[in-house]
């Protein structure tokens, strides 16, 4: 599956942003979806992730009650709203795909990865 990354930018600390993420390829329903951000200088960190019919959703804990992820299987697009934005969430942000969908917090369980979108917060 193809992953194409979308909607980062600049943005004040306390606003919001929607990234998407566009498949094409293999069927995009059969795969648990993530989302993913690397800061400069630093490993690859999970953020938030979605079973393949949206029915469970995992956050990490710096991003609980602020972003939302979902995804519309009609689409092939993956969503994640991101609200109360601080400079901490600066990072280039990837979406994934994962077939198997057992530890969807663990990046290397994921087997497509899309280029990433730039989002920048400043304070």
């Known amino acids: 599956v193809q992953l194409q990354a979308s909607g980062g930018g600049l943005v004040q600390a306390g606003g919001s942003l929607r990234l998407s993420c566009a498949a094409s390829g293999r069927t995009f329903s059969r795969y648990t979806m993530g989302w993913f951000r690397q800061a400069p200088g630093k490993e690859r960190e999970f953020v938030a992730a979605i079973s393949w019919t949206g029915g469970s959703t995992y956050y990490a804990d710096s991003v609980k009650g602020r972003f939302t992820i979902s995804r519309d299987n009609a689409k092939n697009t993956l969503y994640l709203q991101m609200n109360s934005l601080k400079p901490e969430d600066t990072a280039v942000y990837y979406c994934?795909?994962?077939?198997?969908?057992?530890?969807?917090?663990?990046?290397?369980?994921?087997?497509?990865w899309g280029q990433g979108t730039q989002v920048t917060v400043s304070s």
């Open positions: 994934a795909a994962d077939h198997l969908g057992m530890r969807p917090q663990i990046r290397y369980e994921y087997d497509y």
